[in-house]
């Protein structure tokens, strides 16, 4: 007997949530694709994020991003990194649902800080002032759009491959990954 066919799994979270590097974990232990929208972006532009940002604005790049989200889900299920402002745009939780089963990384302002430090500098949406204050006001407008997600995933642990394998659980149980 068959179960139900799997879904995609997307990650969403704050910039420094771990929706990398967890995300590569779950598409090992599942045995599935990896995809992070940011290099698929960087990828189909033949330009960095920040080069995308200052050349066609934000409205450029959620566009593209949308377009690569599309591409993943037309392959076999995988497991997608999105970006940290993907579930915050609208339409494009509601355009996955029933396709993936989309999962909030839900992590503190001052931990996602740390973990997202070395790389701010290449997040145009993180320039600014004090990255923890910065990381507290995305989160204070992206929040209900996590939220929306189908699961949420406390990932402040400093240890991902705890976090990945209650992601793989949920993608088991939920997602139809046997």
Sequence with gaps: ???????HVVLVGLPGAGKTTIGKLVAAALGAPFVDLDDAVERRSGKAISQVFAQDGEGGFRTLERAEMEAALLTPSCVIAAGGGW???????EAVSGRALTVYLSVAPEVASRRARPNAGSRPLLAGGDLATRLGQLLWARRSFYERCDVTVAADRDDPAAVAREVCNLARSLAGWY
């Design 1 to 7: 007997m068959t179960g139900p066919a799997r879904r």
């Design 87 to 93: 579930a915050a745009q609208p339409g494009n939780l």
